[in-house]
């Protein structure tokens, strides 16, 4: 019995021990350490997470407003998170301006070195025409001023030239002489007519191009002579026309042609008074041309010269 109540008291003692104040104050107090220190190891961790998430965002965006370290506070990360692109926007302007114009030391250099090479061709285009067409004019003038004193030492006064308006390019030429069998002679002794008067206008690319050439008088028919005075002639046109043409060639050329043609002075009344017109002649040979060209030249021939 005894043994039983001691039992009973030890039992009672643990009881009391275990429901004391302090005990439970000191096991909540335990609970709330470990809670604390679970909290502090999963911020730790957590920290430790977002960090890992940073690094590559880091990477991404390597020296930008963004890269900043965190601070301790969430706020301040997700405020320069937020400038980030706005800090960025700005400097890529000014870098893209940078590269495309160039700072203000690369903009005097430039000044300084003179116009690129874009302008400098389009000066260099403005000069070239000029240049060539001085160099035309040059030996057009050396070509016309030499077949000036080759004209003048002719021995049989075949041709005269007189100049119109004092210009080397514009002449008036007087053709003389025919074949003295001809009608065409025959009728320039009847009428009194001393010379068929032709005028020549030598184009810019002269002697590379021909001359124009039309009878101004007296007024013909036949002999290759068309309206308004124009002259059929395969080598007053491009196609038919060398260089090395001269215009006493070219003059005994027109004779031959005239002959060979059967050329008449008109003397028919109204008509034999009429001048020609130089408009109606440039009209006249330039469809002649093209009739000639779509058919081919038949008469009369170069080699008639």
Known sequence: MATLL???GLIRL?????EDPKHHHNHRGGGQQSASLRGKGGAKSGGHKQQQQQQPQQQQHPGGAGDASPGPGKGKGKRAAELAPRDKAPAAAAAAAAAGAGGPRERVAGARAGPGPAVAAAAGGSLVPAARQQHCT???SRRLMKELQDIARLSDRFISVELVDESLFDW???LHQVD????????????NTEFILLNLTFPDNFPFSPPFMRVLSPRLE?????DGGAICMELLTPRGWSSAYTVEAVMRQFAASLVKGQGRICRKAGKS????????????FKSLVKTHEKYGWVTPPVSDG
């Open 6 to 8: 001691r039992k009973i």
């Open 222 to 226: 036949n002999g290759y002579v068309l």
């Open 14 to 18: 643990h009881n009391r021990d275990t």
């Open 138 to 140: 040059q030996v057009r």
């Open 180 to 191: 003295k069998d001809s009608v065409l002679w025959q009728d320039m002794k009847e009428t």
């Open 172 to 174: 008036n030429v007087k």
């Open 273 to 284: 008074k009429k001048s020609f017109s130089r408009k109606e002649a440039e009209a006249t």
